[in-house]
């Protein structure tokens, strides 16, 4: 019986092996973008050391190359207040007509947090609501375009989470378009600046992001000039905006870009007490002067290699249609183990060894007696 329990143990941890190894390389999968960009509040660079700033996290990336130059705590998991109304845009721009009129909600003014403007029964063009999100990150702008969109607001939440699995946002999830502190919604610095470069990259988005101003109906009659809340744009030279956030929570968050001597950079920073202008000021002229000097820390991940990268890989892709079925082919041996390891709850690996046991305390009695007059006469 000894013998029969310590095989049935010694099949179990065989079994279970697999299960184990196959979870660690799981969880050792490396950080989108690469394995130096991590969620760790440590400055990594190559090449030269940047400025402080106050920013707990940030990423400094050249967006044609998808260069990474610089970077702290890129996928820490933060609040981003009004930086993703970026991912807003990148889902509604695509979708809706500039043309379209849309007339005011009172769900649209009474909404929370910053506003443009937009008053119950006025009409709106879906552009000029454009140009409040961005210049005045105007979340009654932002309701009022999700609403006109084809399922309102909880339809464009569902399609800001697929866009973001999508391009290899892996850190975001999106419970309010407008970037409200909302239970759940978080991003990261990295993430951010994948939006701006996907958004850069439409020339809707790169002109309404670029605006300095834009005028806005009043209620009654008569407009009034709404300035972008993006400093960068005023006062540093090639400087194509992007957006700006604030919340109590997030505290300051910023996706800026600019463009000289050739190269395209953006900088995000989250989580910054006061100053945000002024540090992205000094990481984007630290990136400019010692370009050449720079080494790749890691690379703004394209979405055809998103789709492959991360823990939460969905049965459908973000278009909606089946990923291919697995093959039955198994090249390497021991695989077909571990993948059915994968399929079996861990307590039924001990099954057998209860079942031996049970069997072993049910022996009939007149057996375990004669079992122990036995031992007696041999002693």
Avoid at 28 to 56: E, F, H, I, N, Y
């Amino acid at each position: 019986m000894r013998v029969l329990l310590t095989a049935c143990a010694t099949t179990v941890m065989l079994v279970a092996g697999p299960l184990t190894a196959t979870a660690a390389a799981q969880g050792s999968r490396s950080p989108v973008g690469g394995a130096q960009l991590t969620a760790d509040a440590t400055v990594v660079t190559a090449g030269a050391k940047p400025p402080a700033v106050q920013a707990g996290s940030y990423v400094v990336a050249d967006l044609d190359t998808g260069t990474v130059l610089a970077a702290k705590a890129p996928h820490a998991k933060l609040r981003p207040a009004s930086t993703l109304k970026t991912l807003t845009a990148l889902v509604l721009l695509p979708r809706l007509n500039k043309a379209d009129v849309v007339v005011g909600s009172d769900g649209d003014a009474g909404i929370e947090g910053s506003k443009v403007g937009v008053y119950p029964g006025l009409r709106y063009s879906v552009d000029l609501l454009f140009q409040g999100m961005f210049l005045a990150s105007g979340n009654d702008a932002v309701h009022a375009l999700a609403e006109h969109d084809a399922g309102g607001t909880a339809a464009t939440i569902e399609r800001m989470n697929k866009k973001a699995a999508e391009i290899g946002a892996l850190d975001t999830h999106v419970t309010d378009p407008t970037g409200l502190d909302s239970d759940g919604q978080v991003s990261s610095a990295y993430d951010l600046a994948l939006f701006a470069q996907a958004g850069l990259g439409r020339p809707d988005f790169a002109k309404y992001a670029s605006t300095k101003y834009t005028n806005f109906p009043l209620a009654k009659a008569g407009t009034y000039q709404v300035a972008n809340q993006n400093k960068l744009l005023f006062n540093y030279d090639g400087a194509l905006g992007v957006k700006t956030g604030y919340t109590t929570l997030a505290r300051n968050t910023f996706i800026g870009a600019a463009r000289r001597n050739g190269h395209t950079l953006v900088v995000t920073l989250m989580n910054s007490p006061h100053g945000i202008t002024e540090d992205a000021t000094k990481l984007l002229d630290w990136s400019f002067d010692h370009y050449t000097a720079l080494s790749p820390i890691g690379t703004l991940v394209k979405p055809a290699a998103a789709a492959k990268t991360g823990p939460n890989i969905s049965k459908k892709s973000a278009a909606g249609t089946p990923l291919p079925k697995r093959t039955r082919a198994v090249t390497m041996p021991g695989l077909a183990v571990q993948t059915l390891a994968l399929r079996v709850p861990s307590w039924a690996y001990a099954a057998p060894l209860f079942l031996l046991l049970a069997l072993f305390l049910r022996r009939p009695r007149a057996l375990r007696v004669h079992n122990r007059k036995s031992k007696a006469r041999r002693h």
